[in-house]
């Protein structure tokens, strides 16, 4: 079946420090990906996708790129933030068939002033 | 369009009540999801429903619960009895099948409501 492994969290950073979050995936075909964010007491809100190999997502300072060949889909930013603490999601919904869409675990990322 | 609309946002109930959450999925969207939020398991998928038919309950964790979908801008997920594990957040989201070659919409989520078993 689909699958999607995150690194384990939290992760706490200090405030412009490099991000990096893994994600890798199990699925048949090129399933398109996503990444959610979850900020504290609200539902999930998407923060980018890419929908075949080699695109790569970009929204609010945060990267990922799909690699097909590796099965990869990691979120990455270039100096975080105060305000992007919060619970990432990555996800993806696979090519053909019902729409289902198969969650990771999530990781928290705290960021500290 | 307003999103994703899910009633009430904050539920307290006794043990042994019946609850029902309600949600209404974004105009259009053929999909809608309902899931479980909770510290100790994450985020789980509890069912979804394509064009109003369920698909797979597989997620439902016990005969407690149900689901129902009896018209597209519309969906309830009921519990009774009640019980203090099932305190939780759960969420409603719906998406579309553009039915493209691959190209889908994400899932759009709804606030979410915040169910207390005492």
């Known amino acids: 079946g689909n699958s999607v492994t995150q690194m384990e969290g939290p992760v706490t950073l200090s405030e412009e420090a490099f991000l990096t979050i893994n994600c890798t995936y199990t699925?048949?075909?090129?399933?398109?990906l996503f990444w959610y964010v979850q900020y504290p007491g609200e539902g999930l809100q998407l923060l980018l996708k890419a929908t075949k190999a080699d695109d790569k997502g970009s929204n609010k300072g945060f990267e990922a790129t799909y690699r097909k060949e590796t099965t990869s889909f990691h979120l990455e930013k270039g100096s975080v933030q105060v305000s992007d603490s919060a619970v990432y999601f990555c996800a993806l919904i696979p090519i053909g068939g019902y729409q289902k869409v198969t969650f990771g675990t999530g990781t928290k990322l705290q960021v500290i002033p | 369009d307003a999103g994703v609309i899910q009633s009430p946002r904050h539920e307290v109930t006794e043990m042994g009540q019946e609850v029902t959450l309600r949600c209404k999925p974004i105009?259009?969207?053929?999909?809608l999801f309902w899931y479980r939020q909770t510290m100790m398991r994450g985020l789980e998928l509890l069912i979804y429903f394509n064009n109003n038919v369920p698909i797979d309950d597989s997620g439902m964790p016990e005969d407690r619960f149900s689901a129902k979908m009896p018209n597209a801008s519309f969906s309830t997920l009921k519990i009774q009895p009640s019980e203090p594990r099932d305190s939780a957040v759960y969420f409603c989201?719906?998406?579309?099948?553009?039915?493209?070659?691959?190209?889908?919409?994400?899932?759009?989520f709804g606030q979410g409501t915040r169910l207390t078993v005492v």
């Open positions: 105009s259009g969207h053929d999909y």
């Open positions: 989201a719906s998406s579309s099948n553009l039915g493209r070659g691959g190209e889908y919409t994400e899932a759009f």
């Open positions: 699925a048949t075909g090129y399933p398109s």
